[in-house]
């Protein structure tokens, strides 16, 4: 199925998505000023982001440094058989663990890199067991500790804004919001 075509942004929408990427907790007013639109202007992009699946979710993140003690380690694994049911079994069991933090197929000797949270060092390794070397289906993997988080991040880098279209042009949207 192909993916649906990505929707034009104007330069307020790459800045308000710009600013609900750092901090999506910030008032609608502290928004609208920021960009230039009133709080309900705001509000309708939001709603529209949301519709059109930019916004996905929002979350809190926690600091892991000031909830007590936390390890967190990278995995590399490699897979025995590279079958698309080997590979989406090993997917929807890495979504299902809420200790994966973050999982991602990659290219060339690995095919995962997966990303754990623990709350102790014997944790981590019980939690490896179970995910890695519980699974007939791994070859390999390798466990890498994390002594100190230099960035953490979710923002994405935006796509230039279009120039508006013409108005004989312009899609009709009901709202120029």
């Keep these: ?21 750092h901090d999506a907790g910030r008032t609608l007013h ?9 709080p309900s202007a705001v509000q309708r992009r939001i709603a529209r982001y949301r519709k059109d699946g930019l916004i996905s979710r929002q ?21 025995k058989e590279e079958s698309f049911e080997h590979h989406r079994a090993f997917a929807e069991r890495m979504r299902s663990d809420p200790q994966v933090q973050q999982c991602y197929q990659v290219a060339g000797p690995w095919d995962y ?7 102790s060092m014997r944790d981590c390794s019980r939690l490896g067991d179970r995910l890695f070397k519980a699974d007939d289906n791994i070859r390999r993997y390798e466990t890498l500790l994390v002594f100190d988080t230099i960035k953490t991040g979710l923002a ?22």
Aim: no cysteine; hydrophobic share 40%; glycine share 4%.
């Design 30 to 38: 502290d928004l609208g000023e920021q960009v230039g639109l009133s």
């Design 1 to 21: 199925m192909p993916e649906p075509p990505s929707p034009r942004l104007d330069e307020i929408d790459a800045r308000l998505l710009d600013l609900l990427q």
């Design 113 to 119: 890199v997966v990303v754990l949270a623990a709350r």
């Design 59 to 79: 979350v809190a993140v926690l600091d892991p440094h000031r909830l007590g003690p936390t390890v967190l380690a990278t995995v590399l694994v490699t897979l």
């Design 156 to 177: 994405l880098p935006l796509p230039a804004p279009q120039s508006p279209q013409p108005q004989d042009e312009r899609p009709s949207t009901g709202s120029p919001d």
